[in-house]
C-alpha cells in the first residue's frame, strides 16, 4: 500500500503542465492495481483513497467498470457518470465521448481528484477515462495485468502469507479453536490460498458453527476440490471456501443465495431479494420474511452491507465471484420456470416503483414529503439511475419482451422530465432490440417512437421524423390508434417551429380526434396542447386558444400540476400575441407555481422566459423587470445543457436591451440567439432574428422599443 500511495502523491504537488488526454505523467499519475480474484484489490483502492484524502481536497470519484462480468460499460456511459459526480447535470453532457472527455479535462482542471476505476478489463476501457490533469490521479484495480498505457505503474496486489492468514482466519473464527487444531488450521490456510475473501468465508463458517472441529471444514476444502462442481478457473480457493459456507447454509439461506445470482448485478436493495424469494419487503410495514435468510447469508460473509440509499433504505453486495458461483448454482438447481418466475417478480416490483415515481412526477409531492425521506420516490429514482438501465438491458436480454416494454413505456416520461438523455436512448434501444427478436410489431414501432422522441429532444430533429415516419406507418397497418395517436402527438410538438408547422397541425389533429373516440381525457389534453402550440407557429392565436380553453378545463378536472401548467404555459404566450397581457401573467405565474411544485426544471425555465416577454410587451418602463426572470432562466438552460433554451433566452434578452435603447447590447445578443437557432435547424426564429438585427443595423438611433417578430412561438420541444 506504501509504494502505491508514494505514486500517487506526485499529484499533489504544484501544477504543471498537462500530459495529453489518455498519457499518464508524474504530475497526473495513473496506478493499477493487479491481482487475482479475492485478493482484496478493491478493499485496497478503498483504503489509499481514504488515506489520500488530504492530498484531494477536492474529491475521490469511485467507479464500479464491471470489467470482467457482463457488457463492456461503454466509455462515454462511464464518461457520463465520472461528469455528473464532478456535478455536471446529465442533460448538459455532450453525445460524442471525445467531447465527453474534453469536457472531463475542463472540469478537473485547477482541481486535485482522485478517480478510482474498480474492475476495469483492459486498456482500451480505462485509456478515454485517463484525463491527464495535473493535480489529479486515477488509481485502477484489475485482475489481469493490462497492456499499461504508457508511464503509468502497475503494482501487484499479492496474496497474504500463513502468518497473515492465520491472523485474520482468528479474527473471524477465534484463536482458541485454531490453537487446538494447528494441522487443520494449517489445512485451512493452504486451502484458501492466501485470498483474504476465502479466509473471511471459511472464518464465518466456522463462526456460525461452534460445534464443529476445524478438520471438518478442512475436509469439506478438499472435499469440494473435488467435486464435480466446476471451480472457477481463476479462484479455485475461493471458489473451495464458498463452496463449504453454501453446503453449510440451512435451506432457506441457500435458495436465497441461488436466488441472487438471477440478479444482473452484485449489488442489490433489500427489495429485490424479497421479491426473488416471493415474500415481504424487509424495508416494507409487514417486516420481512426472507430477514432470516438475509442475516444467515450475511453471517457466513457471502454478502455485506453495502451501505444505506439517501432513504435510509439498506443495500447489500457480494463479491463478483460469489456472485458468479450464485448464478452457477441457481443453473445447477433451481428448476428454469423457478428461475424465469423470480426474475419475473424483480422486474414487476420494479415496474410498480417506476410508476409510483412517475406519478408523483406528474402530480406533485404530498405536502408532509421529507425530501430523501422514505416517500421521496424522486430521489430513489435518481439513486437508482443506472441500475433501473442495467435492469431493463438484463431483461431484454434474457427475453422478458413484455416486462422491457412496460418498463421502456414508464421510465420513458421519468427520462423526459428528469432529463436523462443517454438513460431514455439505451432504455429505448433495449426495448427495440428485444421487440424486433420477439417479432411484436406493434412493440417495435412503439420503441421507435422513442427513440426518436429523445433524439427530438436533443434537436436531432431530421432523424426523429425519420423513425417517427416508420414507426406511424407500422401502427397504421396494424390499426393500432392510441399508440399511433400518442407518437403523432410528441411529433407534432417536436415540428411545430422547425419549418413543419402544417404536418405538425394535422398531426396533432388527429391525434386530438382519436384520442377523444377513445377516451383518453388525458392524452386528449396532450394533443390539444400540440394542436395548439402549431397554431400559434401559423400565427394562428385566436384558433389556438379555442382549442387550449377545453384543455384548460380537463386538466384543472384531472389534478395533474404538470399537465395544468404545461398548458396554462402555451395560453400564456397565446395571449401574450393576442395582446391580453394581464390574463397572461396570471396564468403564467400559476404555471411556474406548478413546474416548481413537481420540480420541473425545463418548465420553470420557460415559463421565466415568458415572464421576461411579457415585462417586454409592457413597454421601455416595464423591460428591465424582465431581466431577472431571463437570468434566472439562462442560469437553469445553462445548468440543464438547453441548448434552445439558451437561443430563445438571449433573444428575449436582446429584446429587453432593445426596448432599453442599449443597441450594441441588442445586437450582441440576438446575433448569439441567431447562430444557436441556425445550428438548432429552428428556421422561423432564425428568420425572425435575422429581422431583429436588419431592424436594429437600420435604425437611426436605438429603438425605444423592438417589434414582436410575427408569429412568435417561444416553447421548448418538452
Not at 485496497?44 to 470519484?61: E, I, K, Q, S, W
Amino acid at each position: 500500500m506504501s509504494r502505491a500511495a508514494a505514486l500517487l502523491e506526485p499529484a499533489a504537488a504544484p501544477p504543471v503542465a498537462a500530459s495529453a488526454p489518455g498519457v499518464p505523467s508524474a504530475a497526473a499519475p495513473v496506478v493499477i492495481l493487479t491481482g487475482p480474484p479475492g485478493v482484496g484489490k478493491t478493499a485496497l483502492a478503498v483504503r489509499l483513497a481514504h488515506l489520500l484524502r488530504h492530498a484531494f481536497p477536492d474529491g475521490r470519484l469511485f467507479l464500479r467498470l464491471d470489467g470482467t462480468r457482463g457488457p463492456r460499460r461503454p466509455a462515454g456511459a462511464v464518461l457520463a457518470e465520472l461528469l455528473r459526480g464532478l456535478g455536471a447535470a446529465a442533460s448538459s453532457l455532450p453525445e460524442a465521448t471525445v467531447d465527453r472527455a474534453a469536457m472531463l479535462r475542463l472540469l478537473l482542471s485547477g482541481r486535485k481528484v482522485l478517480v478510482v476505476l474498480d474492475d476495469a478489463r483492459d486498456e482500451e476501457q480505462i485509456r478515454p477515462l485517463l484525463s491527464g490533469v495535473p493535480g489529479c490521479a486515477v488509481l485502477v484495480t484489475g485482475r489481469d495485468r493490462p497492456a499499461a498505457p504508457a508511464g503509468a505503474h502497475l503494482v501487484d496486489v499479492t496474496p497474504l502469507d500463513d502468518e497473515e492468514s492465520r491472523l485474520l482466519l482468528r479474527r473471524t473464527a477465534g484463536p482458541r479453536r485454531l490453537e487446538a487444531e494447528p494441522e487443520a488450521t494449517a489445512w485451512v490456510v493452504a486451502g484458501c490460498a492466501g485470498l483474504p475473501l476465502a479466509l473471511r468465508v471459511a472464518g464465518a463458517v466456522l463462526a456460525g458453527r461452534p460445534h464443529w472441529r476445524v478438520r471438518c471444514l478442512a475436509d469439506r476444502l478438499a472435499g469440494a476440490h473435488g467435486t464435480q462442481e466446476e471451480p472457477a478457473p481463476d479462484a479455485p480457493a475461493v471458489h473451495s471456501a464458498v463452496a463449504a459456507a453454501y453446503r453449510s447454509l440451512p435451506a432457506e439461506a441457500a435458495r436465497a443465495f441461488r436466488a441472487l445470482g438471477l440478479l444482473p448485478s452484485p449489488r442489490f436493495p433489500g427489495w429485490a431479494l424479497a421479491a426473488l424469494l416471493d415474500a415481504d419487503d424487509p424495508d416494507g410495514p409487514h417486516g420481512g420474511t426472507p430477514s432470516a435468510a438475509l442475516d444467515a447469508l450475511l453471517d457466513a460473509h457471502l454478502v455485506q452491507v453495502e451501505g444505506a440509499d439517501a432513504q435510509g433504505r439498506l443495500r447489500y453486495r457480494t463479491h463478483d465471484l460469489l456472485h458468479a458461483y450464485a448464478a452457477e448454482r441457481a443453473l445447477a438447481e433451481e428448476p428454469a420456470r423457478w428461475r424465469r418466475e423470480a426474475t419475473a417478480r424483480v422486474l414487476d416490483g420494479c415496474l410498480t416503483r417506476v410508476r409510483a415515481a412517475g406519478d408523483q412526477l406528474l402530480r406533485g409531492e404530498p405536502g408532509d414529503l421529507v425530501r430523501g425521506g422514505p416517500g421521496d420516490l424522486v430521489g430513489w429514482l435518481e439513486n437508482e439511475r443506472e441500475g433501473l438501465v442495467t435492469l431493463v438491458e438484463f431483461a431484454a436480454a434474457t427475453g422478458h419482451g413484455p416486462h422491457v416494454a412496460a418498463l421502456a413505456a414508464a421510465l420513458e416520461d421519468v427520462c423526459h422530465l428528469r432529463n436523462w438523455w443517454d438513460e431514455w436512448d439505451r432504455v429505448a434501444r433495449a426495448a427495440l432490440d428485444r421487440a424486433e427478436a420477439d417479432g411484436d410489431q406493434v412493440a417495435v414501432a412503439v420503441a421507435q417512437g422513442s427513440l426518436a422522441r429523445a433524439h427530438a429532444v436533443r434537436g436531432r430533429v431530421d432523424e426523429a421524423v425519420t423513425r417517427w415516419e416508420r414507426a406511424l406507418e407500422r401502427l397504421d397497418a396494424l390499426g393500432e390508434p392510441h399508440h399511433a395517436a400518442r407518437l403523432r402527438t410528441h411529433r407534432s410538438f417536436a415540428v411545430s417551429d422547425r419549418g413543419m408547422a402544417e404536418l405538425a397541425h394535422d398531426d396533432a389533429l388527429s391525434a386530438a380526434e382519436a384520442m377523444g373516440r377513445l377516451g383518453d381525457a388525458h392524452g386528449q389534453v396532450l394533443a390539444l396542447r400540440s394542436l395548439g402550440y402549431a397554431l400559434v407557429c401559423r400565427g394562428r392565436e385566436a384558433e389556438a386558444a379555442r382549442a387550449l380553453e377545453p384543455a384548460l378545463e380537463t386538466a384543472e378536472r384531472l389534478g395533474h400540476p404538470l399537465l395544468l401548467a404545461d398548458v396554462l404555459q402555451l395560453l400564456a404566450v397565446t395571449d401574450i400575441g393576442l395582446g391580453r397581457l394581464g390574463r397572461a401573467a396570471r396564468q403564467t405565474h400559476r404555471a411556474l407555481a406548478g413546474y416548481r411544485m413537481v420540480r420541473h426544471r425545463p418548465g420553470e425555465a420557460y415559463a421565466l422566459v415568458t415572464l421576461g416577454r411579457i415585462h417586454v410587451r409592457l413597454g421601455p418602463d416595464q423591460a428591465p423587470r424582465a431581466l431577472g426572470p431571463l437570468a434566472e432562466a439562462a442560469s437553469i438552460f445553462t445548468e440543464l445543457g438547453e441548448r434552445r433554451g439558451e437561443a430563445l433566452t438571449s433573444y428575449w434578452l436582446g429584446k429587453v436591451h432593445a426596448a432599453l435603447g442599449e443597441t450594441a447590447r441588442a445586437t450582441s445578443r440576438i446575433a448569439e440567439a441567431l447562430t444557436g437557432f441556425r445550428v438548432l435547424r429552428m428556421p422561423f426564429w432564425a428568420e425572425t432574428a435575422r429581422r431583429e438585427l436588419s431592424a436594429l443595423a437600420r435604425a437611426a438611433t436605438p429603438p425605444g422599443r423592438a417589434p414582436d417578430g410575427p408569429s412568435e412561438c417561444p416553447y421548448a420541444v418538452r
